[in-house]
């Protein structure tokens, strides 16, 4: 799957009007049909690979663009022209924004390609049907889970529909929405393998599905839904994937080694597949992220937005934390030119002096949408949970929060109460997973994020044109998916 190959599939037409143009080789073009396609088992597997090729943005488009630059993680420089990175990041974006229409339309590019091979797949009897199958709802799930985080209520669908039919699916409450979340991922954990040769490794396992319910019940808990009862699920989830320590996945020795390609699909529950060497399917997180490159560091220069880590977490963070120099970097001097920076940059992502890329967006290490310790941490958090208010957190929890701060190189922190429990896991997530596209999701699903960015919009100066509140936890529907059939949606709270 390191291979992961740019296939042909017939021209999308998904939930929206709108459609991602991809650079595809067809011969003859009168034959690019589905129904020309899918006709073998190998057809079959070449239209599931498909589907991991459409989530290859999603670490820049829901990750980054969408939830990392929302948080407190990420400051960007107020400027007097519209820029989508701006507009996002302080609270101003409206109906309009681009990259809110390019995160929509691509999430749901990879809703209907699960939906069209699900359909396509069903009338066949071979062995890999279960997994095929299984993969796909993988994926829908995974998509919805950012479109119902992102947006609340949504058109939901299970099967492929027409333009005409597209235009009358109404939005369904969020609830409705994790429902089929839930179920794909249950389906997806009793049909997924537990491990695949090497040939196909980087595929969605048994146990990234249930590491993704995990995730999933425990959101469910929190803001908005609130469903407690979600707790006790997710924990169960959790502890299977726990189990897997050392067979499946392993714990990293150091911090830096998660991130390097040297050792992608090790340590991570699952990863976004990327290869550099101009084939199209390189990654584009560093230049996301970054401001500015010196030549020793790469060839090609970023594009990332006039932006920076916030202050506040760059001082909080100790200087003998070792994730702190993997994860950015605060200034530099270029080996050739002599020139120098103090600017403050992500540089998570980049593997520095690498050279097998072509252009800026052709990096090749994994990006990691599920991370092993995002396991780890979140079963810490439920266990936190299920003691009383006032209580001492339960020594497991902190055993599990110390584990991560060992390897960090950090001392043992010892909360004395639930909350103060609640406090450390919240630091300690912030520093662990900065600019893994975690953190804007964290503090919404806590119930913490208007606190902290309006904290956050104060010491930074950012210009609000009203005090924060629960609308601005979501994001408005985009201007031309309302067009589509005008009046029938009703914009989200707050927005044009």
């Not at 359909?119 to 479109?147: G, I, N, T």
Request: with cysteine.
């Amino acid at each position: 799957m390191k291979a992961i190959k740019i296939l042909t599939l017939a021209a999308l037409t998904g939930l929206t009007m709108s459609c991602k143009e991809d650079t595809l080789n067809i011969t003859p073009l009168a034959r690019n049909t589905a129904s020309d396609f899918y006709k073998d088992e190998t057809q079959i597997n070449q239209a599931v690979i498909a589907i991991y090729n459409s989530g290859l943005s999603l670490p820049t488009n829901s990750l980054w663009n969408m939830s990392e630059i929302r948080s407190d993680n990420t400051l960007e420089t107020q400027v007097n022209v519209q820029r989508d990175w701006n507009d996002i990041g302080n609270f101003l974006m409206t109906s309009q924004t681009g990259q809110i229409q390019a995160t929509w339309t691509d999430l749901y590019e990879i809703v209907y390609r699960s939906n069209i091979l699900l359909e396509k797949v069903a009338p066949f009897k071979f062995q890999r049907v279960p997994q095929f199958q299984a993969e796909a709802k993988f994926w829908r799930a995974l998509a919805y889970f950012d479109l119902v985080r992102f947006w609340g209520d949504v058109p939901l669908s299970e099967t492929v529909v027409s333009i005409e039919e597209a235009k009358l699916i109404p939005r369904s409450p969020a609830k409705e929405v994790y429902n089929l979340i839930v179920s794909d991922l249950q389906f997806a954990a009793q049909n997924l393998p537990e491990t695949y040769a090497t040939a196909d490794k980087g595929r969605a396992t048994k146990w990234a599905a249930k590491a993704l319910l995990g995730r999933v019940y425990l959101t469910m808990a929190g803001f908005p839904l609130k469903q407690a009862d979600k707790l006790a699920l997710a924990k169960k989830e959790l502890a299977d994937v726990i189990a897997q320590e050392g067979k499946a996945f392993t714990f990293a020795p150091t911090y830096k080694a998660l991130f390097q390609t040297a050792n992608d699909n090790k340590y991570h529950v699952f990863e976004i597949q990327y290869i550099s060497g101009g084939f199209g399917i390189g990654s584009q997180a560093p230049s996301d992220m970054a401001f500015q490159f010196p030549s020793q560091w790469s060839a090609f220069q970023p594009i990332g937005p006039d932006g920076q880590v916030d202050l506040e977490l760059y001082s909080s963070w100790p200087a003998i934390d070792q994730r702190k120099a993997a994860t950015l970097d605060s200034g530099y001097v270029d080996t050739k030119t002599n020139a120098r920076s103090g600017r403050m940059q992500y540089t998570k992502f980049l593997e520095k002096g690498a050279t097998s890329q072509q252009n800026r967006s052709d990096y090749s290490l994994n990006f990691p949408l599920i991370r092993y310790e995002d396991v780890l941490l979140m079963y810490a958090e439920i266990l936190n949970e299920e003691v009383a208010e006032g209580a001492a957190p339960p020594t497991e929890a902190v055993t599990i929060l110390n584990r991560i701060r060992k390897r960090a190189g950090v001392p043992d922190v010892k909360p004395a109460t639930k909350a103060g429990f609640r406090l450390a896991m919240e630091q300690e997530r912030r520093w662990e997973f900065a600019a893994e596209g975690l953190r804007w999701h964290d503090i919404v699903r806590t119930g913490r994020a208007i606190e902290l960015m309006t904290k956050f919009t104060t010491a930074n100066a950012i210009k609000l044109s009203k005090p924060l509140n629960e609308n601005d936890l979501l994001f408005p529907i985009p201007q031309n998916e309302m067009l589509i059939n005008p009046g029938f949606w009703k914009q989200n709270p707050g927005y044009n």
